[in-house]
């Protein structure tokens, strides 16, 4: 009896992990994809904000967590949810390269957006010849060409395989290999971008804040300034935090004592959620820092809900139309004809209740 009790109670919390990871899965999908949406539907709409080399890395930021999102999470979510991979061995490896490419493109964006606002405030009219829209996206360019390079063999490091009857989707590559190949993500996909994040932004704020006298009222060009670098650094702490726990635990695995057990497993998949959830946090940020991103919120919200209303009038308007014709006609058919029958009266009744209904 108690060995059916332990059994019941293990199946009772595998299904409420599904359940809840099923969840989270799904409301960093949600959020991610609407939040990153947005935030795209306002910069490409809005063509005053494109005029700023900050908004196109923003831009392709936002492209990096969409494609994230959609491309990464629910392939991800079914690895915790289900019993074996069942989308081949093709999306064995597309996925898993599509995850550290976009990684990659996330924080090198970061950097490139951390070097662009450290010369708009330290060196603001020198920097203008630099921080033009051809050299940003040639810094975009190169954004992606590096992650390219750097989550390439992710593309042979993945391997859909069959374990005991399971089929799998595991790292082929070799012990040392990969061990290797995880360091170097590590170095290069974190360490060394966090460690210029914070000389760049270190070097700013101590700027801001030191050249300017609080006593004193700022121009409406340093207060942007202001408000836009705090809105970056607070989306590279947030990167920095949320892949953070993801990182560790891999160094633990290869350097540290990281037992498979529950435990571990759990603070495995945790690390997992965080890091994901990055990419479904930046459009909050701008949303609470930005007021142009606000503005640009609502009015796409409210384009869209001037939509709704449109065309609900359009279709209202149709109806009239349709029934004040068949109304029309119905009586000019009654003039023509004289006094009809009572048959003739119950028959065309129901068009005229179909008339009134329809009016409604």
Request: proline share 3%; hydrophobic share 45%; net charge positive.
């Amino acid at each position: 009896f108690n060995d059916h009790n332990k059994q019941c109670l293990s199946s009772v919390i595998v299904l409420l992990n599904v359940f809840i990871i099923s969840l989270v899965f799904s409301l960093i999908f949600f959020v991610g994809t609407l939040g990153n949406g947005l935030v795209l539907t306002v910069l490409l709409w809005n063509g005053q904000m494109n005029t700023k080399t900050t908004n196109l890395f923003i831009l392709n930021l936002g492209v990096a967590d969409v494609c994230f999102i959609v491309f990464c999470v629910p392939f991800q979510a079914t690895i915790y949810t289900m019993d074996e991979w069942v989308f081949g061995p093709v999306l064995c490896k597309v996925v898993h390269f599509i995850i550290y490419l976009t990684m990659y493109a996330s924080i090198f964006t970061i950097t490139a957006v951390s070097l662009d606002r450290y010369l708009a405030i330290r060196y603001p009219l020198r920097s203008r010849e630099m921080r033009t829209h051809r050299n940003a996206l040639t810094s975009i360019c190169v954004v992606w060409g590096l992650s390219l390079v750097f989550s390439g063999p992710y593309l042979s490091y993945y391997r859909q395989m069959d374990l005991d009857g399971t089929v799998v989707c595991i790292p082929a590559w070799q012990f040392q290999d990969r061990r290797l190949m995880d360091v170097c993500t590590f170095f290069f996909g974190y360490l060394i971008p966090v460690l210029i994040l914070s000389l760049t932004y270190a070097r700013t704020i101590r700027y801001l804040w030191t050249t300017v006298d609080p006593m004193k009222d700022m121009s409406e060009s340093r207060r942007a300034k202001r408000k836009v670098t705090k809105m970056i650094i607070i989306v590279a702490v947030l990167f920095c935090l949320c892949w953070l726990p993801h990182h560790l635990v891999i160094l633990c695995m290869w350097f540290g004592h990281f037992p498979l057990n529950h435990t571990t497993y759990i603070l495995r998949i945790l690390s997992h959620l965080v890091a994901y959830a990055n990419s479904s946090l930046n459009p909050i940020v701008y949303a609470l820092v930005s007021k142009h991103f606000r503005k640009g919120f609502r009015k796409v919200f409210d384009c869209v809900l001037s939509k709704r209303v449109v065309n609900r009038v359009h279709v209202f308007q149709a109806a009239h139309v349709v029934s004040t014709v068949e109304v029309g006609s119905s009586e000019t058919s009654n003039q023509s004809l004289g006094e009809q029958s009572p048959a003739e009266d119950d028959a065309t009744e129901p068009q005229n209740v179909y008339n009134t209904k329809f009016n409604i």
